[in-house]
């Protein structure tokens, strides 16, 4: 073969003229002989095989060139003969490349055909791509169509042709083909014709999607032998970034390619570049990018979770991104490193190197918790949850991330509030410290281990030895001296003393002596005493030495008693003093445990501090989630339920807080967030765990009963949804609870009262759902709760009480004859015995089961109203008795006249005794309770069951009828449907009518035993001097609402002293009562109570925080179902946005949270609260005035309100005289949400206050609108927001009349130029002539035109002071006098009655 093949760059440079010995295409055929050509192919191809190529390479070659003009069964076919020829040589070469022996000719033969079938089979792959996509473009609006299922076809079938492609090529190219050029250098031209055919099967946008896995896997592999093979790891780096900068959706793939290069291809290297590549991209070029900045970090972050450890040596590259602006890229850096940390930098088997970069890897995560893009705040908490989840988190670093997480949960952003939450829940999980977490528990432990440490370090401290000089460097220290000393006391001169040392002593002791007289520095003493022991002792071997009394035996011999022998010396002498170290070397195995111990007990107690710290993050962090389970997020509410289950899991202190306070949301209109609250009580208390049955109904009842102890009302409320449901689905262990719930309630199984109350309450729920579950045991009920011992436990019989009223028909809606038992069945007798009982007793709790009796009496029994007049007649007697007991027979008097024996004892005379106040408390609550419960019956019982029967009745009428009237109805059916409606409607209204005439006439007659007792609720409620016992003035004013509900009559008779009650009385319980009462009275009789309005609202601001709560309660609920007319005097309720008390400031906060709910209703308030508020009188301090406009404006989001607000309270600078005023007005501008609309309103107002500017109260405010409008605004508005700001500022700097333009100035008449000292305000206009509204102030006489009006100085005091008022003020008056309890005071018309101030009646 005399020519070579050469890979062209261009498809149509093969049939260009080549250079020497380069193969140049002969022929190209026409499209019309393609046919026949690939069938000589073909047939070459089983004759010849593989090689058959070389000569009908330009057949193929031919499809190249027409591929726009060919069939695609043509292309189809051209790519089978490829696909045989390169699978051909892959089978045929490998034996070749063995062959040490090939000849030239037939290597470069191979080699042109390797070269020719690879170049073939890669571009015809390519065209084949491009028209499946272009098909799948053109047919994807069509694809019902013929001609669309015949493309869908085509593309088909190619998509499971490319898998074969890609497998022949792979399977060729493993080979070791390199051989077949000159000194292996495969030719760059080869590798690229591959390479691109795969990259542009990448390209393809459904290569990601699960379906073409095969096929992508396939690509990955051949792209991966020409990496390691061909030299292609560059190229493979730089087309990575391209695809990623022009295809986002490649993101994940190129990850899993780089993957399986750098691990199963084991070409590492790869991941370096590509990290580099990207590492080195400036922000400029990222900024340019978009879309391939997202492709990046998703690539980041897939490869990091695939190959971390392969990226740790070039993460250093990508750390610059985190300073960078991307937030994506900071982000995808921050997960490459969290996937570092959990994967590779974890464990105690960390080397040094490794623990600093696990430190710097956390140091930095740490910074960008508090980074300035939330989202990147949210990933990098994500980030660490992972972490926490991994245990991969270090356990120094628990309790600075926990509380960074604590305080992530202020953050703004709703996304890293939930990150946040998730972070705090698996450190919980995932804690290493203690199962049960509570600082409480943790502080005794704590205390106890602290003071064991210290003792312990006491102990050491007396025990330790003191730094001692060895005596051999002692005795070097002192032998000069000592010679010198030995030296003198052995000259023969002078005389020497005798020293005083007992001839008893032994040598030891002698021994001793001297060395003590040694240590200090006695060294006469010491060596006039060895040379006397010598004479004393002769045989002592430890003088022995001094036979021979010279200065260097004497010296030797002191120098053996005081250090003892040599170390060396074998034999140690027992008879030698003890020296030091000898004395201390015993103690030293005691030191070495005491040491030990001490070091434990210090790990103990570091470890119990962690705790303990850790616990008080957790407790800290569960205040901040509980009050998020009422945030508007639904995420978020869902995200802080489950915080709360898993806390409650772990036993945290306070956890069941949180369970209980989301309990409310069973009611909640979001399903997401009901269906969030069940499933954790589910988990929490309706899944038990036990070894059997029982075990798991144990667990379960000890779980609620836990939580309903000193549950409250609405807890229990909420609380019988969720055991109503359970014991609706059919659980298996519904009928085991029942059991031990009646065991617990009979006492079979000892257990508490208040685990017997909660057994009973219990009982009650699952009533609720099945009936049969208290009405069977009806009787166990009245003989244990309702029997003898019922006075000991009134309790427990009230909570029974609820759980009979739970099979009662006003808990479920039953069709059909009501459910009620007889009048003399045994329920009713014992509770009309204990009620009677009790009303002479003086138990606190007589009081609540009195009223659930009276409640279930009307519920439950057939006649009620002659039960309970039984039952009052029997208390009255039983109060009389008590009376006759106490010295004065009343036996023979009426009922009626016991208001006679509660009178003063002074009037009556001494032998009249008083009646107890208690016991009188109890019969007129009891009054009240039989009275409101009559109404309630007769309104809803009575009248249900007379719609019921007339219902029967019509129905038994229709089926009476002749079947020839239903064909005359049918034909009249419009007309008589009509009749029907009326008659249904007349019948209704009749039966009102009855109830209503029962109730103004009957109830209160005087036959009716009721009415014996109203005057005696007037005389005790009117004389508070007298009746001063706060629990019958309590009850009284209580009873006397109740009565008042029965009629209009009576509520308008003693509409007056109820509202004087409220007014006047001492007792904030009484007031609170009253409060209540009356708006019960406001939704029945709502025009009665109409005139009285203020009242109420005057409340609001009473000394006691109760009364408060209640009025603001009731007044939000009155408000929002519309009973009442929101006016101007919601500033009161806007006042308690800044109560000292949370709870009041919280409901003050929800009022105007649902107010917002109605359209405009905040809006059309805020003129009149800004008047109320900024009333001199008031004398609000500044900071309350913004909290609450803060709080106010933050409702109003319309642009249109917020432009129409700016124009009202410009306007009001026109009325405002006192500089407070200016300020107040000036603030609420600032508090606006301003846009470019309400500044454009504001230029227009200029007048309005800028002769007020001077002041820095109005300057500062508005000059931070300026500061609010720069931000984000655009070059335009921002053009005229510096205008404004700079008008402003000279205003204020230099004064109106100095910065006046030149156009005023030629506008100005001529003869205003003469007062330059006076700032001049136009008036505003009126659109109702000249007259002046209320609250206005006047014009002065000399007021003639506009330019006359002049603002008063700021420094000039009014004698008087203003007010500011507004335009919806007309209503109101301006000064009304107190509600004097007097008939001809009483309001008769629909106008609100308000009290003046205390300062301005002392003023009048």
């Not at 003229?17 to 190209?28: A, F, H, L, R």
């Not at 590779?344 to 140091?363: H, K, N, P, T, Y």
């Not at 609405?714 to 719930?741: A, H, M, N, R």
């Not at 109830?995 to 009716?1008: D, S």
Request: glycine share 4%; proline share 4%.
């Amino acid at each position: 073969m005399s020519w070579d093949f050469f890979v062209p760059v261009c498809v149509g440079d093969l049939v260009k003229t080549g250079g020497i010995n380069q193969y140049v295409v002969q022929d190209v055929v026409s499209p019309k002989q393609l046919p026949s050509h690939l069938n000589s192919f073909k047939a070459a191809l089983r004759s010849q095989g593989p090689l058959c190529i070389l000569e009908h390479f330009d057949t193929g070659y031919t499809v190249l060139q027409h591929c726009h003009k060919v069939d695609m069964s043509v292309k189809e076919d051209t790519l089978e003969l490829l696909i045989q020829v390169v699978s051909g040589l892959s089978v045929s070469l490998p034996s070749l490349l063995l062959n040490a022996s090939l000849s030239a000719p037939d290597r470069k033969e191979q080699l042109n055909a390797v070269k020719m079938s690879v170049f073939l089979l890669c571009k015809l792959t390519e065209i084949l791509e491009s028209d499946s996509y272009r098909q799948s473009i053109v047919t994807a609006p069509s694809k019902g169509s013929k001609k669309g299922k015949a493309a869908g076809e085509g593309l088909l079938q190619w998509d499971s042709e490319r898998e074969t492609v890609l497998q022949a090529l792979t399977q060729l190219l493993q080979l070791d083909i390199r051989s077949l050029w000159s000194l292996s250098l495969v030719e760059e031209e080869f590798i690229s014709c591959v390479t691109c055919c795969c990259y542009k099967l990448l390209e393809n946008p459904t290569i990601s999607h699960v379906k073409n896995k095969p096929t992508r896997d396939a690509i990955i592999h051949l792209l991966g032998v020409q990496v390691k093979k061909y030299n292609h790891l560059l190229g493979a780096s730089v087309k990575v970034i391209q695809l990623l900068q022009h295809f986002e959706q490649l993101s994940s793939v190129c990850a899993q390619a780089v993957s399986v290069w750098s691990t199963e291809y084991g070409v590492k290297a790869i991941v370096g570049e590509v990290m580099r590549e990207i590492g080195q991209k400036s922000s400029e070029e990222l900024a340019r990018e978009g879309s391939g900045v997202k492709a990046f970090s998703s690539f980041l972050s897939e490869l990091g979770t695939l190959v971390p450890d392969t990226m740790i040596p070039n993460i250093s590259v990508l750390l610059t991104h985190l300073e960078g602006e991307s937030p994506s890229l900071r982000v995808a850096v921050c997960e490459v490193l969290g996937e570092v940390l959990v994967r590779v930098l974890s464990g105690d088997g960390l080397d040094e190197s490794g623990r600093a970069d696990r430190d710097r890897f956390m140091d930095t995560l740490q910074e960008h918790l508090h980074d300035t893009h939330s989202y990147v705040r949210a990933r990098v908490l994500q980030v660490y949850t992972r972490i926490v989840n991994s245990k991969a988190l270090p356990l120094n670093r628990y309790s600075e991330v926990m509380g960074l997480a604590v305080g992530r949960l202020m953050d703004k952003s709703i996304n890293v509030v939930k990150s946040a939450i998730q972070l705090l829940a698996a450190f919980i999980a995932h804690n290493p410290y203690s199962c049960k977490l509570s600082s409480a528990d943790l502080k005794k432990p704590l205390e106890k281990e602290t003071d064991k440490l210290r003792e312990l370090r006491e102990r050491l401290q007396e025990n330790a030895p003191v730094a001692v000089i060895k005596a051999s460097e002692l005795w070097a220290a002192m032998e000069p001296e000592l010679l010198l000393t030995v030296r003198a006391e052995l000259e023969p001169t002078g005389e020497r003393e005798e020293d005083e040392a007992g001839e008893d002593d032994d040598d030891r002791a002698t021994a001793v002596q001297i060395a003590q007289f040694l240590r200090v520095n006695k060294y006469r003493n010491a060596v006039r005493l060895c040379v006397r022991a010598y004479s004393l002792f002769p045989e002592s071997e430890m003088f022995s030495s001094l036979s021979t009394l010279t200065p260097e035996t004497l010296l030797d011999t002191l120098a053996l008693l005081f250090k003892g022998p040599d170390q060396d010396t074998s034999e140690i002498r027992e008879d030698l003093p003890s020296t030091p170290q000898k004395e201390r070397a015993g103690d030293g195995g005691k030191e070495g445990v005491e040491e030990s111990e001490l070091k434990k007990q210090e790990m103990l107690l570091q470890y119990l501090k962690d705790t303990e710290s850790f616990a008080l993050q957790v407790e800290r962090a569960i205040a901040v989630i509980n009050t998020m389970l009422y945030w508007k997020t639904t995420s978020v509410v869902q995200e802080a339920v489950q915080f709360c289950v898993t806390v409650c899991e772990f036993s945290v202190a306070n956890s069941l807080t949180g369970v209980r306070k989301m309990l409310p949301l069973v009611w909640s209109t979001d399903a997401a967030i009901k269906d969030a609250v069940v499933q954790a009580y589910r988990r929490l208390y309706l899944n038990p765990q036990g070894d059997n049955t029982r075990a798991k109904a144990q667990t379960l009842v000890d779980s609620l009963s836990e939580l309903m102890v000193d549950a409250s009302l609405g807890t229990i409320q909420c609380l019988e949804e969720i055991v109503q449901e359970f014991f609706g689905g059919g659980s298996s262990l519904q009928s085991t609870v029942v059991q031990v719930l009646w065991e617990r309630f009979t006492g079979k199984r000892e257990t508490s009262s208040l685990h017997r109350r909660a057994a009973v309450l219990l009982l009650g729920m699952a009533a609720r759902a099945e009936r049969e579950v208290v009405l069977s045991n009806l009787d166990t009920l009245c003989s244990v709760a309702l029997g003898e011992k019922l006075t000991e436990d009134f309790l427990l019989a009230r909570d029974s009480v609820i759980t009979i009223c739970n099979i009662t028909d006003h808990v479920r809606q039953c069709k059909g004859a009501p459910f009620r038992l007889p009048q003399d069945n045994q329920l009713f007798t014992c509770l009309t015995q204990a009620i009677a009982e009790g009303v002479v007793m003086a138990d606190p709790h007589w009081q609540s089961f009195m009223e659930q009796a009276v409640r279930l009496l009307y519920f439950l029994s057939e006649s009620p109203d002659q039960l309970c007049s039984r039952l009052l007649q029997r208390c009255s007697r039983l109060l009389l008795d008590q009376i006759a007991e106490g010295g004065e027979m009343l036996a023979n008097k009426d009922v009626s006249q016991l208001p006679g024996a509660s009178q003063d004892p002074e009037e009556q005379g001494e032998q009249v005794p008083a009646v107890s106040c208690v016991s009188l408390a109890q019969l007129l609550s009891l009054c009240g309770c039989v009275a409101f419960w009559q109404v309630s019956h007769l309104e809803r019982s009575v009248s249900t069951e007379l719609r019921r029967r007339r219902g029967e009745t019509e129905e038994r009428e229709e089926k009476a009828k002749v079947p020839s009237r239903k064909a005359k109805q049918a034909a009249n059916d419009s007309s008589v449907d009509e009749e029907l409606g009326l008659m249904g409607a007349s019948a209704e209204d009749t039966e009102a009518e009855l109830i209503r005439k029962i109730c103004e006439t009957e109830l209160l007659a005087e036959e009716n035993l009721l009415c014996s007792f109203l005057p005696l609720l007037v005389r005790v409620c009117s004389s508070p001097g007298r009746y001063c016992h706060p629990q019958l003035t309590t009850a009284a004013c209580l009873a006397l609402s109740q009565y008042m509900m029965i009629s209009p009559s009576v509520c308008e008779e003693h509409i007056r002293l109820l509202f004087t009650v409220l007014e006047r009385s001492s007792l904030p319980v009484v007031r609170a009562n009253a409060i209540i009462g009356l708006g019960d009275l406001t939704v029945r009789f709502p025009n009665i109570l109409e005139p009285w309005t203020q009242n109420l609202y005057t409340r609001l601001s009473d000394d006691n925080p109760a009364v408060r709560q209640t009025a603001v309660t009731v007044l939000t609920q009155l408000v929002l179902k519309d009973v009442l007319k929101v006016k101007g005097q919601v500033s009161e309720v806007a006042v308690l946005l800044i109560d000292p008390q949370t709870h009041i400031t919280s409901l003050a906060l929800n009022f105007f949270n649902e107010l917002a709910s109605k359209d405009n209703a905040i809006y059309n308030l805020l003129p009149d609260i800004i008047s109320r508020l900024s009333d001199p009188e008031r004398a609000m301090n500044e900071e309350d005035f913004y909290t609450i406009m803060k709080q106010l404006f933050s409702y109003i989001t319309k642009e249109r309100q917020t432009e129409s607000l700016v124009e009202k309270l410009c306007q009001r600078f026109r009325t405002a005289k006192t500089e407070r005023q200016w300020c107040d007005l000036a603030v609420s501008l600032s508090l606006l949400s301003m846009c470019e609309r309400g500044l454009k309103r504001l230029q227009e107002c200029w007048d309005c206050y800028s002769d007020k500017l001077t002041e820095t109260g109005v300057y500062q405010p508005l000059l931070s609108i300026t500061a609010k409008l720069r931000r984000g605004a655009k070059p335009q508005l921002r053009v005229q927001v510096e205008e404004f700001e700079k008008r402003l500022t000279a205003v204020h700097t230099r004064g109106l009349e100095n910065v006046e333009s030149p156009e005023m100035e030629t506008k100005r008449p001529e003869g205003a130029g003469t007062s330059q000292n006076t700032t001049r305000t136009p008036l505003p206009n009126r659109g109702r002539g000249g007259r002046p509204k209320r609250g206005q102030a006047k014009p002065s006489v000399s007021s003639c035109h506009d330019d006359s009006f002049v603002t008063p100085k700021p420094t000039r005091k009014s004698s008087k002071k203003a007010v500011i008022t507004f335009s919806s003020d007309e209503e109101e008056d301006e000064e009304e006098e107190d509600a004097v309890m007097a008939e001809s005071e009483t309001p008769k018309v629909t106008t609100p009655i308000a009290r003046t101030s205390r300062r301005a009646r002392l003023r009048h």
